[in-house]
Protein backbone atom coordinates (compact mmCIF):
# COMPACT_ATOMS: atom_id res chain seq x y z
CA UNK A 1 0.00 0.00 0.00
CA UNK A 2 1.61 3.01 -1.59
CA UNK A 3 1.35 5.94 1.26
CA UNK A 4 2.21 9.84 1.53
CA UNK A 5 4.46 11.55 -0.25
CA UNK A 6 6.39 14.69 0.43
CA UNK A 7 7.12 14.27 4.16
CA UNK A 8 10.88 14.58 3.54
CA UNK A 9 10.88 18.46 4.19
CA UNK A 10 8.71 18.10 7.38
CA UNK A 11 10.87 18.88 10.73
CA UNK A 12 11.24 16.50 13.33
CA UNK A 13 8.22 15.53 15.16
CA UNK A 14 8.46 15.54 18.84
CA UNK A 15 7.86 12.48 19.02
CA UNK A 16 10.36 10.86 16.71
CA UNK A 17 12.36 7.90 18.12
CA UNK A 18 9.72 6.74 20.46
CA UNK A 19 8.36 3.19 20.20
CA UNK A 20 4.30 2.53 21.00
CA UNK A 21 2.90 -0.88 21.15
CA UNK A 22 -0.85 -0.89 20.76
CA UNK A 23 -3.18 -3.64 22.32
CA UNK A 24 -6.42 -1.57 21.41
CA UNK A 25 -9.81 -2.30 19.68
CA UNK A 26 -12.73 0.29 19.20
CA UNK A 27 -12.15 3.98 19.67
CA UNK A 28 -10.60 5.18 22.79
CA UNK A 29 -7.45 3.35 22.99
CA UNK A 30 -6.61 3.62 19.00
CA UNK A 31 -7.53 7.43 19.83
CA UNK A 32 -4.70 7.73 22.15
CA UNK A 33 -2.48 5.85 20.16
CA UNK A 34 -3.14 8.15 17.09
CA UNK A 35 -2.45 10.87 19.40
CA UNK A 36 1.20 9.45 20.15
CA UNK A 37 1.47 8.39 16.09
CA UNK A 38 0.37 11.59 15.12
CA UNK A 39 2.81 13.48 16.69
CA UNK A 40 5.82 11.22 15.52
CA UNK A 41 5.79 8.32 17.32
CA UNK A 42 6.51 5.07 15.75
CA UNK A 43 3.16 3.07 16.88
CA UNK A 44 3.17 -0.43 16.06
CA UNK A 45 -0.91 -2.11 16.47
CA UNK A 46 -1.27 -5.29 17.81
CA UNK A 47 -4.23 -6.91 15.92
CA UNK A 48 -5.71 -10.63 16.32
CA UNK A 49 -4.97 -12.98 14.16
CA UNK A 50 -8.42 -12.46 12.29
CA UNK A 51 -7.80 -8.38 12.31
CA UNK A 52 -9.27 -5.88 14.51
CA UNK A 53 -12.95 -6.58 14.73
CA UNK A 54 -13.36 -2.74 14.56
CA UNK A 55 -12.26 -2.51 10.68
CA UNK A 56 -15.57 -4.49 9.17
CA UNK A 57 -18.27 -2.66 11.50
CA UNK A 58 -21.39 -0.81 9.95
CA UNK A 59 -23.41 1.97 9.86
CA UNK A 60 -21.85 4.50 12.72
CA UNK A 61 -18.85 2.46 13.37
CA UNK A 62 -17.85 2.03 9.35
CA UNK A 63 -15.27 5.00 9.97
CA UNK A 64 -14.23 4.27 13.54
CA UNK A 65 -11.04 2.14 12.12
CA UNK A 66 -9.67 4.21 9.39
CA UNK A 67 -10.50 7.62 11.64
CA UNK A 68 -7.97 6.72 14.56
CA UNK A 69 -5.34 3.94 13.17
CA UNK A 70 -3.62 6.56 10.64
CA UNK A 71 0.28 6.73 10.94
CA UNK A 72 0.25 3.62 12.48
CA UNK A 73 2.06 -0.25 11.86
CA UNK A 74 -0.04 -3.13 12.02
CA UNK A 75 1.03 -6.75 13.09
CA UNK A 76 -1.31 -9.50 13.87
CA UNK A 77 -0.63 -12.25 16.64
CA UNK A 78 -2.75 -14.84 17.96
CA UNK A 79 -2.29 -13.84 21.86
CA UNK A 80 -4.09 -17.14 22.94
CA UNK A 81 -1.32 -19.64 21.68
CA UNK A 82 1.81 -19.89 23.99
CA UNK A 83 4.10 -18.71 20.69
CA UNK A 84 1.84 -15.47 19.63
CA UNK A 85 1.41 -14.14 23.33
CA UNK A 86 5.66 -14.40 23.76
CA UNK A 87 6.36 -12.92 20.31
CA UNK A 88 4.23 -10.19 21.83
CA UNK A 89 5.63 -9.92 25.28
CA UNK A 90 9.01 -9.65 23.28
CA UNK A 91 7.44 -6.76 20.92
CA UNK A 92 6.32 -4.58 24.39
CA UNK A 93 9.84 -5.18 25.52
CA UNK A 94 11.23 -3.13 23.26
CA UNK A 95 8.44 -0.22 23.75
CA UNK A 96 8.88 2.84 25.34
CA UNK A 97 5.24 2.87 25.74
CA UNK A 98 2.56 0.06 25.93
CA UNK A 99 -1.66 1.25 25.70
CA UNK A 100 -4.65 -1.37 26.25
CA UNK A 101 -8.02 -0.78 26.27
CA UNK A 102 -9.11 -4.48 27.28
CA UNK A 103 -11.38 -5.63 29.89
CA UNK A 104 -9.73 -5.97 33.65
CA UNK A 105 -7.42 -9.05 33.92
CA UNK A 106 -7.21 -9.76 30.18
CA UNK A 107 -3.61 -8.35 30.06
CA UNK A 108 -2.50 -10.21 33.33
CA UNK A 109 -3.40 -13.98 31.21
CA UNK A 110 -1.39 -12.97 28.70
CA UNK A 111 2.07 -11.56 31.00
CA UNK A 112 1.17 -8.09 29.45
CA UNK A 113 -0.22 -6.51 32.32
CA UNK A 114 2.26 -3.79 33.98
CA UNK A 115 3.17 -5.64 36.76
CA UNK A 116 4.66 -8.05 34.70
CA UNK A 117 6.35 -6.00 31.57
CA UNK A 118 7.60 -3.17 34.00
CA UNK A 119 9.55 -6.09 35.51
CA UNK A 120 11.79 -6.35 33.23
CA UNK A 121 11.13 -3.09 31.90
CA UNK A 122 11.52 -0.17 34.66
CA UNK A 123 11.34 2.76 32.35
CA UNK A 124 8.02 1.43 30.83
CA UNK A 125 5.17 3.74 30.49
CA UNK A 126 2.00 1.92 30.42
CA UNK A 127 -1.71 3.21 29.79
CA UNK A 128 -4.69 1.49 30.09
CA UNK A 129 -7.69 2.93 28.91
CA UNK A 130 -11.15 1.63 30.81
CA UNK A 131 -14.55 2.17 31.77
CA UNK A 132 -14.15 3.15 35.17
CA UNK A 133 -11.34 4.15 37.61
CA UNK A 134 -10.55 1.90 40.64
CA UNK A 135 -13.75 1.82 42.39
CA UNK A 136 -16.81 0.00 43.36
CA UNK A 137 -17.53 0.52 39.36
CA UNK A 138 -14.70 -0.54 38.42
CA UNK A 139 -16.12 -4.32 37.27
CA UNK A 140 -19.14 -3.01 35.41
CA UNK A 141 -18.61 -3.43 31.49
CA UNK A 142 -19.17 0.58 30.03
CA UNK A 143 -19.82 2.18 26.63
CA UNK A 144 -19.75 5.94 25.27
CA UNK A 145 -23.44 5.49 25.97
CA UNK A 146 -23.33 3.78 29.38
CA UNK A 147 -21.42 6.95 30.86
CA UNK A 148 -23.60 9.52 29.13
CA UNK A 149 -26.61 7.99 30.20
CA UNK A 150 -24.99 7.52 33.76
CA UNK A 151 -23.22 10.61 33.70
CA UNK A 152 -25.57 13.09 33.25
CA UNK A 153 -24.50 14.14 29.45
CA UNK A 154 -27.61 12.38 27.62
CA UNK A 155 -29.65 14.47 30.20
CA UNK A 156 -28.21 17.54 29.13
CA UNK A 157 -28.15 16.94 25.83
CA UNK A 158 -31.80 15.84 25.09
CA UNK A 159 -35.17 17.47 26.42
CA UNK A 160 -37.09 16.30 29.61
CA UNK A 161 -37.84 12.86 29.77
CA UNK A 162 -35.42 11.86 26.43
CA UNK A 163 -32.13 11.72 27.38
CA UNK A 164 -30.05 11.55 24.02
CA UNK A 165 -26.27 10.51 23.17
CA UNK A 166 -24.02 13.36 22.29
CA UNK A 167 -23.56 13.12 18.56
CA UNK A 168 -20.20 12.00 18.42
CA UNK A 169 -17.93 9.18 20.57
CA UNK A 170 -16.66 12.02 22.92
CA UNK A 171 -15.76 10.09 25.86
CA UNK A 172 -14.28 6.95 23.94
CA UNK A 173 -12.48 10.24 22.08
CA UNK A 174 -11.40 12.54 24.85
CA UNK A 175 -10.76 9.55 27.03
CA UNK A 176 -7.87 8.69 24.80
CA UNK A 177 -6.67 11.75 24.57
CA UNK A 178 -6.53 11.92 28.50
CA UNK A 179 -4.57 9.14 28.33
CA UNK A 180 -2.10 10.73 25.70
CA UNK A 181 -1.93 13.59 27.74
CA UNK A 182 -1.16 11.42 30.68
CA UNK A 183 1.14 9.28 28.86
CA UNK A 184 3.04 12.30 27.81
CA UNK A 185 3.14 13.69 31.53
CA UNK A 186 5.07 10.34 32.49
CA UNK A 187 6.92 10.75 29.51
CA UNK A 188 8.35 14.37 31.12
CA UNK A 189 8.74 12.64 34.63
CA UNK A 190 10.89 9.44 33.38
CA UNK A 191 13.16 12.03 31.57
CA UNK A 192 13.36 13.02 35.34
CA UNK A 193 12.95 10.17 37.31
CA UNK A 194 14.49 7.59 34.88
CA UNK A 195 11.24 4.95 36.23
CA UNK A 196 8.56 4.68 33.85
CA UNK A 197 4.69 4.12 35.53
CA UNK A 198 1.11 3.14 34.57
CA UNK A 199 -1.43 5.89 33.74
CA UNK A 200 -5.08 4.77 33.47
CA UNK A 201 -7.92 6.77 31.92
CA UNK A 202 -11.47 5.94 31.92
CA UNK A 203 -14.38 6.76 30.27
CA UNK A 204 -16.98 7.35 33.10
CA UNK A 205 -14.81 9.82 34.51
CA UNK A 206 -13.87 11.78 31.38
CA UNK A 207 -17.91 11.71 30.95
CA UNK A 208 -18.25 13.57 34.45
CA UNK A 209 -15.03 15.64 33.59
CA UNK A 210 -17.34 17.21 30.93
CA UNK A 211 -20.15 17.53 32.81
CA UNK A 212 -18.22 19.55 35.86
CA UNK A 213 -19.47 22.66 34.82
CA UNK A 214 -23.00 21.94 35.41
CA UNK A 215 -22.23 20.29 38.57
CA UNK A 216 -20.69 23.83 39.95
CA UNK A 217 -23.24 25.32 38.27
CA UNK A 218 -25.71 23.88 40.67
CA UNK A 219 -23.47 24.33 43.53
CA UNK A 220 -23.36 28.33 42.68
CA UNK A 221 -27.10 28.52 42.01
CA UNK A 222 -28.79 25.71 44.35
CA UNK A 223 -31.59 25.08 41.69
CA UNK A 224 -31.22 21.84 39.08
CA UNK A 225 -29.51 22.56 35.72
CA UNK A 226 -31.97 22.06 32.89
CA UNK A 227 -31.19 20.17 29.84
CA UNK A 228 -29.39 22.18 27.14
CA UNK A 229 -32.59 22.69 24.67
CA UNK A 230 -34.88 24.09 28.06
CA UNK A 231 -31.82 25.93 29.85
CA UNK A 232 -32.35 30.03 30.43
CA UNK A 233 -29.69 31.61 28.23
CA UNK A 234 -27.36 33.61 29.49
CA UNK A 235 -27.84 35.32 25.84
CA UNK A 236 -30.76 36.90 24.80
CA UNK A 237 -30.34 35.75 21.13
CA UNK A 238 -28.44 32.33 20.68
CA UNK A 239 -30.57 30.37 18.48
CA UNK A 240 -31.29 28.34 15.62
CA UNK A 241 -33.84 30.21 13.33
CA UNK A 242 -35.83 29.06 10.08
CA UNK A 243 -35.12 31.16 7.49
CA UNK A 244 -36.16 31.99 3.42
CA UNK A 245 -36.93 28.94 1.87
CA UNK A 246 -37.01 26.51 5.12
CA UNK A 247 -33.39 26.74 5.69
CA UNK A 248 -31.83 27.43 9.10
CA UNK A 249 -28.72 29.07 10.91
CA UNK A 250 -27.54 29.37 13.90
CA UNK A 251 -26.93 33.46 15.30
CA UNK A 252 -25.54 34.57 18.34
CA UNK A 253 -25.79 38.24 19.78
CA UNK A 254 -24.29 37.95 22.98
CA UNK A 255 -23.31 41.67 24.28
CA UNK A 256 -24.38 44.99 24.31
CA UNK A 257 -22.12 46.22 21.72
CA UNK A 258 -23.17 43.26 19.09
CA UNK A 259 -27.04 44.27 19.61
CA UNK A 260 -26.09 47.49 18.28
CA UNK A 261 -24.49 46.22 15.38
CA UNK A 262 -27.26 43.61 14.50
CA UNK A 263 -29.58 46.22 14.78
CA UNK A 264 -27.84 48.59 12.77
CA UNK A 265 -26.84 46.03 10.03
CA UNK A 266 -30.62 44.58 9.54
CA UNK A 267 -31.92 48.18 9.81
CA UNK A 268 -34.19 47.43 13.01
CA UNK A 269 -33.81 50.89 14.40
CA UNK A 270 -36.82 50.28 16.26
CA UNK A 271 -35.29 47.43 18.36
CA UNK A 272 -32.68 49.72 18.99
CA UNK A 273 -34.28 52.28 20.82
CA UNK A 274 -36.56 50.44 22.66
CA UNK A 275 -35.59 51.01 26.40
CA UNK A 276 -36.88 47.41 26.95
CA UNK A 277 -33.59 46.09 25.05
CA UNK A 278 -31.19 48.11 26.20
CA UNK A 279 -28.80 45.67 28.27
CA UNK A 280 -27.98 41.91 27.33
CA UNK A 281 -29.77 41.14 30.33
CA UNK A 282 -33.03 43.36 30.03
CA UNK A 283 -33.25 41.41 26.25
CA UNK A 284 -33.30 37.92 28.38
CA UNK A 285 -35.94 38.52 30.27
CA UNK A 286 -37.81 39.85 27.18
CA UNK A 287 -36.84 37.00 25.08
CA UNK A 288 -40.40 35.10 25.24
CA UNK A 289 -41.64 38.08 22.68
CA UNK A 290 -38.15 39.07 21.19
CA UNK A 291 -37.12 35.96 19.90
CA UNK A 292 -40.89 35.68 17.93
CA UNK A 293 -40.59 39.18 16.78
CA UNK A 294 -36.82 38.49 15.53
CA UNK A 295 -37.94 35.26 13.78
CA UNK A 296 -40.58 37.04 11.76
CA UNK A 297 -38.32 39.55 11.01
CA UNK A 298 -35.49 37.24 9.76
CA UNK A 299 -37.39 34.50 7.69
CA UNK A 300 -37.99 36.95 4.51
CA UNK A 301 -33.79 36.57 4.55
CA UNK A 302 -32.13 33.51 3.23
CA UNK A 303 -29.43 31.56 5.09
CA UNK A 304 -26.60 33.27 2.71
CA UNK A 305 -28.16 36.40 3.22
CA UNK A 306 -27.69 36.65 6.63
CA UNK A 307 -24.71 34.67 6.86
CA UNK A 308 -22.79 37.50 4.62
CA UNK A 309 -24.71 40.28 7.15
CA UNK A 310 -23.31 38.54 9.91
CA UNK A 311 -19.75 38.01 8.95
CA UNK A 312 -19.34 41.27 6.97
CA UNK A 313 -19.93 42.65 10.91
CA UNK A 314 -17.43 40.27 12.59
CA UNK A 315 -21.29 38.71 14.37
CA UNK A 316 -21.33 35.23 15.23
CA UNK A 317 -23.04 33.02 13.08
CA UNK A 318 -23.22 29.33 11.78
CA UNK A 319 -24.80 27.28 8.74
CA UNK A 320 -26.66 23.84 9.84
CA UNK A 321 -23.69 21.41 7.98
CA UNK A 322 -23.83 17.73 8.02
CA UNK A 323 -20.36 15.78 8.39
CA UNK A 324 -20.68 14.81 4.70
CA UNK A 325 -20.50 18.55 3.64
CA UNK A 326 -17.28 18.67 5.16
CA UNK A 327 -15.24 17.50 2.92
CA UNK A 328 -16.12 20.33 0.70
CA UNK A 329 -15.98 23.23 3.36
CA UNK A 330 -13.61 26.03 1.81
CA UNK A 331 -11.66 27.09 5.30
CA UNK A 332 -10.79 23.10 5.79
CA UNK A 333 -9.25 22.50 1.66
CA UNK A 334 -7.58 25.71 2.08
CA UNK A 335 -6.25 25.63 5.44
CA UNK A 336 -4.91 22.08 5.07
CA UNK A 337 -7.33 20.56 7.60
CA UNK A 338 -8.26 17.14 5.39
CA UNK A 339 -5.65 14.74 4.16
CA UNK A 340 -5.76 12.06 2.20
CA UNK A 341 -5.60 8.13 3.36
CA UNK A 342 -6.65 5.41 1.23
CA UNK A 343 -8.96 2.93 3.21
CA UNK A 344 -7.38 -0.30 4.29
CA UNK A 345 -10.72 -2.40 3.92
CA UNK A 346 -12.22 -0.89 0.99
CA UNK A 347 -14.46 -2.28 -1.39
CA UNK A 348 -13.11 -2.17 -4.39
CA UNK A 349 -9.22 -2.13 -2.58
CA UNK A 350 -7.38 0.91 -2.57
CA UNK A 351 -10.36 3.69 -2.30
CA UNK A 352 -9.03 7.23 -1.52
CA UNK A 353 -10.91 9.59 0.53
CA UNK A 354 -9.81 12.22 3.11
CA UNK A 355 -9.40 12.47 7.11
CA UNK A 356 -9.54 15.26 9.53
CA UNK A 357 -6.34 16.34 11.08
CA UNK A 358 -5.45 17.20 14.59
CA UNK A 359 -6.46 20.62 14.97
CA UNK A 360 -3.56 22.27 16.20
CA UNK A 361 -0.25 23.18 14.82
CA UNK A 362 3.21 22.58 16.09
CA UNK A 363 5.84 25.51 14.17
CA UNK A 364 2.78 26.42 12.01
CA UNK A 365 2.44 23.17 10.64
CA UNK A 366 -0.31 20.77 10.95
CA UNK A 367 0.05 17.10 12.08
CA UNK A 368 0.46 15.01 8.31
CA UNK A 369 -0.57 11.59 7.71
CA UNK A 370 2.58 9.84 7.35
CA UNK A 371 1.26 6.36 7.49
CA UNK A 372 -2.26 5.22 5.71
CA UNK A 373 -4.29 3.17 8.46
CA UNK A 374 -2.68 -0.30 7.78
CA UNK A 375 -4.03 -3.75 6.19
CA UNK A 376 -4.05 -6.63 8.73
CA UNK A 377 -0.73 -7.53 9.32
CA UNK A 378 0.66 -5.05 6.91
CA UNK A 379 4.07 -4.64 8.58
CA UNK A 380 4.31 -8.35 10.35
CA UNK A 381 7.58 -9.28 8.66
CA UNK A 382 9.48 -6.01 8.79
CA UNK A 383 8.48 -5.59 12.92
CA UNK A 384 9.61 -9.17 13.72
CA UNK A 385 12.82 -9.12 11.80
CA UNK A 386 13.68 -5.95 13.55
CA UNK A 387 13.25 -7.62 16.74
CA UNK A 388 15.17 -10.47 15.79
CA UNK A 389 13.62 -12.97 15.13
CA UNK A 390 14.97 -15.39 11.94
CA UNK A 391 13.37 -16.56 8.79
CA UNK A 392 12.71 -20.07 9.94
CA UNK A 393 10.91 -18.93 12.76
CA UNK A 394 8.98 -16.32 11.49
CA UNK A 395 7.90 -18.85 8.41
CA UNK A 396 6.59 -21.17 11.28
CA UNK A 397 4.58 -18.96 13.15
CA UNK A 398 3.04 -18.03 10.35
CA UNK A 399 2.37 -22.06 9.37
CA UNK A 400 0.70 -22.13 12.83
CA UNK A 401 -1.14 -19.12 11.78
CA UNK A 402 -0.08 -17.38 15.17
CA UNK A 403 1.10 -14.38 13.27
CA UNK A 404 -0.37 -12.92 9.67
Not at 49 to 78: C, Q, V, W, Y
Not at 86 to 104: G, H, I, S, W
Not at 184 to 191: D, K, P, S
Not at 298 to 320: D, Q, R, T, W
Request: with cysteine.
Amino acid sequence: MSNPPNLQNLPQLPLAGLRVVEFTHMVMGPTCGMVLADMGAEVIKVEPIEGDRTRHLLGAGAGFFPMFNRNKKSIAIDLQKPEGAQTARQLAATADVVLENFKPGTMVKYGLDYASLSATNPKLIYVSHKGFLPGPYEHRTALDEVVQMMGGLAYMTGRSGDPLRAGSSVNDIMGGMFGAIGALGALVQRGITGRGQEVQSALFENNVFLVGQHMLQYAVTGKPVAPMPERISPWAIYDVFTVKDNDQIFIAVVSDAQWLTFCEAFGFADLKNNPDFTSNNDRVRMRPSLLPELKARLEKYSAKEISGVFESHGLPFAPITRPEELFKDEHLLVSGGLADIVLPDSTPKGQVTQTALFPFTLNGQRMKVRLNPPTKGEHTDEILREMGLIESYIAELKLSKTIA
